[in-house]
């Protein structure tokens, strides 16, 4: 067996790993989504942990569902917020989203308007060394 050929192809495999999650952070456009994110907070946790690395597609508010992962803006904080939906509501001025972060006992205060929602999280790239413990 040709150890060097093995020891190359090993890192190349590494290198591809690496540098792969990086461009689609950097240039989420190559695989179609609009936005990455870090999240800062635990509040998604155990599905996206604080450092994790998501990538939000566009999507139309009429085509969100319970269950999809959102993120969005509150009023006029800058900070988008990743959340899931719990609940949908027809409103005057369109539809609304209730959303729960995963670790949190309640919904979010105010239901969440079409118009805020930046997109539905695509992908999800693990970065915390929170899945490195037992």
């Not at 690496?18 to 946790?45: E, H």
């Not at 998501?54 to 959102?70: F, H, K, L, Q, S």
């Not at 969005?72 to 959340?83: L, Q």
């Not at 209730?98 to 539905?120: C, F, I, K, Q, Y």
């Amino acid at each position: 067996m040709n150890y060097k050929k093995l020891a190359n192809g090993i890192g190349l495999l590494l290198l591809i790993a690496l540098v792969v999650p990086f461009v689609i952070y950097a240039v989420p456009g190559v695989i179609g989504a609009q936005y990455s994110f870090v999240v800062l907070s635990g509040s998604m946790s155990p599905a996206i942990d604080p450092g994790d690395v998501v990538i939000v597609a566009d999507r139309a508010p009429a085509t969100i569902e319970t269950n999809d992962v959102i993120t969005f803006t509150r009023g006029t904080e800058e900070t988008p917020v990743t959340h899931r939906v719990v609940g949908v509501e027809a409103s005057e001025t369109g539809v609304a989203f209730e959303t729960r972060g995963d670790a949190n006992s309640n919904v979010d205060a105010s239901p969440v308007p079409g118009a805020n929602v930046l997109g539905v999280v695509v992908l999800r790239f693990r970065t915390s060394a929170t899945r490195f413990r037992p």
